[in-house]
């Protein structure tokens, strides 16, 4: 158990519709990353938020949206969903912000199906 | 553009033989180093990291790794696999000395362990 805990571990959904998948860091950790695992695109990085400040952007698309909040817990919003937007997101956390300052723990994940 | 290249898809190996993953990356500098293992319905676990200094690593679970700067390569290895070692296996690499834990995943190498 690495200790970062992902709501809801599966989700299934109709195209356009809206979801949100919540995460909750370790203890501690200030970090929190959100990754997209699908078959075609393999894992990417979608977006890092710090103390609550986003920090580092990656391929996310304009249809999403994450937001860290005040107890650190973070949220990855999901709309206008696409077939193609079926894939496994991870949520991760860090203690701080960056690859020296400690390791990167990932949740189970949560699975997303867009029918 | 920095890429991570596993060029095995699928790997099949005894229990009790060794084993040995590939990884290359294409990267501007010599970029920070990972390998992580993804049991199933698990989330990633780092098994070890590469920064600087000795280049061969040491991890968890008795595997290690060698990075060889004049190959680009960063291959993961163990003695001799178990059965619990049936898994996913992913090579990521990092920009050095970033704020951030934007890593680069390769699309990584399944490992099946026969009796």
């Known amino acids: 158990d690495s200790g970062v805990t992902q709501t809801p571990k599966h989700l299934i959904t109709a195209t356009g519709q809206r979801v949100t998948l919540r995460c909750s860091p370790r203890?501690?950790?200030?970090?929190v990353y959100w990754y997209q695992q699908s078959l075609d695109q393999g894992l990417q990085f979608l977006i890092q938020?710090?103390?609550?400040?986003?920090?580092a952007k990656g391929n996310i698309l304009e249809r999403f949206s994450a937001q860290q909040f005040p107890d650190l817990h973070s949220e990855l919003n999901l709309s206008s969903l696409e077939l193609g937007d079926s894939a496994l997101y991870f949520c991760?956390?860090?203690?701080?912000?960056?690859?020296?300052?400690?390791?990167?723990?990932f949740g189970e994940g949560s699975r997303l199906t867009v029918l | 553009a920095q890429s991570v290249t596993q060029p095995d898809i699928h790997i099949t190996v005894s229990e009790g033989a060794s084993l040995e993953l590939r990884c290359n990356y294409s990267y501007g500098a010599t970029p920070y180093l990972f390998w992580y293992v993804q049991s199933p319905g698990q989330g990633l676990q780092l098994l070890l990291k590469?920064?600087?200094?000795?280049?061969l690593v040491q991890g968890i679970k008795g595997f290690e790794a060698e990075f060889k700067r004049s190959q680009s390569s960063f291959n993961l290895r163990k003695p001799s696999v178990h059965w619990s070692d049936a898994a996913e296996y992913f090579c990521?690499?990092?920009?050095?000395?970033?704020?951030?834990?934007?890593?680069?995943f390769g699309a990584g190498t399944t490992v099946t362990v026969r009796a």
């Open positions: 203890s501690g950790d200030l970090s």
């Open positions: 938020y710090y103390n609550g400040e986003e920090r």
């Open positions: 990521a690499v990092g920009p050095p000395l970033s704020n951030d834990y934007k890593l680069s």
């Open positions: 991760a956390s860090s203690l701080r912000s960056g690859m020296n300052t400690g390791e990167l723990f």
């Open positions: 590469y920064f600087s200094g000795d280049t």
